[in-house]
């Protein structure tokens, strides 16, 4: 029987034989054709309104359960399910979903005890381990495994992830994950792994090319139709981000950040967007935020624009002559050497003065701690950002902390995609760092 032949509801509520394989066929059969979610929502309602179930109608009902995102239901309802391999190893994937890192472990050791096949109950582990914190452990379990398991695209996931875990080498782990993808060009973990290292890489059409891949199964990971919708909106296909957001609510209706986006997408479909005044804008954004270190400049003009805060040529654009020539030490040489610099990108000092904010504090390094200036000069990437928020950055061309903290709420907010959800997220990863946006309290 193939997947477009299964019958979900016939599969769930009979007594027929319930194991991986009919699983198998029932999330192949949605991912073939996703109208037929509908349908295992209907056979978990009707085993649900069951007076009274056998053990083994308990267990198929805790997998469907988990199957449609209901982690604490699925639980409660194979806790008192057959105690079978399958039952005990669903129970280990139902608390892993909700971080019960430790009971999931236990639950896959009782699998594999029950009889579940030993190398998907140790990929298991191995994921649990990595969760829980403990990449290390998840190595030594991985390691442990030889022999057909080594190929396959489960074990070659699983390795990536924790060899990224481990701060291990970019290259090994897309190397890892290209080799799943191989493996089983439909493994969504591996699809997603791999989409995510390319959307990092500003890759955007291979990273999309991938995430729909990934979203094309049962059940698609959160982070890939949250990307894939964000990846969407970039390229103004509002209705297909939407559709993203909305498969997510269809499972976690409580989806915070699956409900903005939605309203965001819809809110913007209708705008129009003038795409060459747009791309003249960031072709210009681009150049303003070139850093100034990048050019040849003289000691003294160095030295001076580093004690004023200017970093980068959009500083200076809101710069008069008259504030740099105010300068200590500097003079007509080095303005002449700042305006030929500005030229040479058809810039000229002060153009943007108009537009240039009271800021706090200047960015001084000369009057930092030695931790102080490590913190701010750390990359962005440091602050492990959401997708959305990380394409802000790229946008607005700020590479370190320092440069983020500079920038006003109003600064981001006026950035493309960028919402008070992905505000509230900046805000939160600086005041782990004990520091705030520019202008806040």
């Known amino acids: 029987m193939t997947a477009l032949d299964t019958d979900i509801k016939q599969a769930i509520v009979s007594t027929a034989a319930f194991g991986p394989r009919e699983i198998e066929q029932i999330t192949a059969s949605i991912a073939a054709n996703y109208s037929k979610y509908g349908e295992l929502k209907e056979a978990v309602q009707e085993l649900e309104a069951q007076p009274s179930r056998t053990p083994a109608a308990s267990a198929k009902l805790g997998v469907c359960l988990y199957m449609l995102g209901r982690y604490t239901q699925a639980i409660e309802v194979l806790t008192k399910a057959d105690g079978g391999a399958l039952t005990h190893f ?47 452990g998840a190595l030594g379990v991985l390691d442990s495994l030889s022999g057909a398991v080594e190929q ?7 390795r990536s992830a924790t060899v990224q875990a481990l701060s291990g080498n970019p290259e090994e782990v897309i190397a890892l ?3 799943a993808v191989a493996a089983d060009p439909g493994h969504a ?19 999309r090319n991938l995430y729909e891949k990934a979203a ?124 030929e610099m500005l030229n040479s990108k058809g810039l000229e000092l002060g153009q943007f003065a108009h537009q240039k904010r009271e800021q706090d504090l200047p ?20 602050l492990s950002l959401s997708v959305r928020a990380r394409k802000c950055m790229v946008r607005l061309g700020l590479t370190t902390v320092g440069e983020l903290v500079r920038r006003t709420p109003d600064d981001l907010l006026e950035c493309k995609n960028f919402g008070v959800t992905s505000l509230n997220e900046v805000r939160e990863k600086l005041t782990a760092q004990g520091l705030k946006l520019r202008g806040e309290a």
Do not use: W
Not at 273 to 282: F, G, I, L, M, P
Not at 363 to 382: C, F, G, K, V
């Open 90 to 136: 669903y129970l280990g994937k139902a608390k892993l979903a909700l971080d019960k890192y430790e009971e999931a472990v236990a639950a896959y050791e009782s699998a594999g005890k029950a009889g579940y096949d030993k190398g998907i109950v140790n990929l298991a582990k191995a994921e649990a381990l990595r969760y829980s914190g403990d990449p290390q």
């Open 152 to 158: 396959t695209a489960e074990y070659l996931y699983q």
């Open 177 to 179: 994950l290209e080799r």
């Open 189 to 207: 973990g591996s699809l997603f792994g791999l989409a995510l290292e390319n959307d990092r890489r500003g890759n955007d059409d291979y990273a």
């Open 216 to 339: 094309q199964q049962f059940p698609a990971h959160v982070g890939t139709l949250l990307n894939l919708g964000i990846l969407y909106e970039d390229v103004e296909q509002y209705e297909r981000a939407k559709g993203c957001y909305q498969r997510i609510l269809d499972i976690y209706p409580g989806h915070e950040r699956a409900r903005l986006f939605y309203k965001d997408a819809d809110g913007s479909r209708d705008m129009f967007y003038d795409e060459e005044a747009r791309r003249q804008q960031d072709r210009l954004s681009q150049v303003l935020s070139i850093p100034v270190t990048d050019f040849e400049l003289s000691v003294r003009s160095r030295n001076c624009l580093q004690r004023m805060g200017v970093m980068t040529l959009g500083d200076l654009t809101e710069t008069t002559e008259q504030e740099l020539l105010s300068s200590k030490n500097f003079g007509e040489t080095s303005l002449i050497e700042i305006r």
């Open 363 to 382: 960015y001084n390094p000369e009057n930092m701690s030695t931790e102080e200036r490590a913190l701010l000069d750390r990359p962005i990437s440091d």
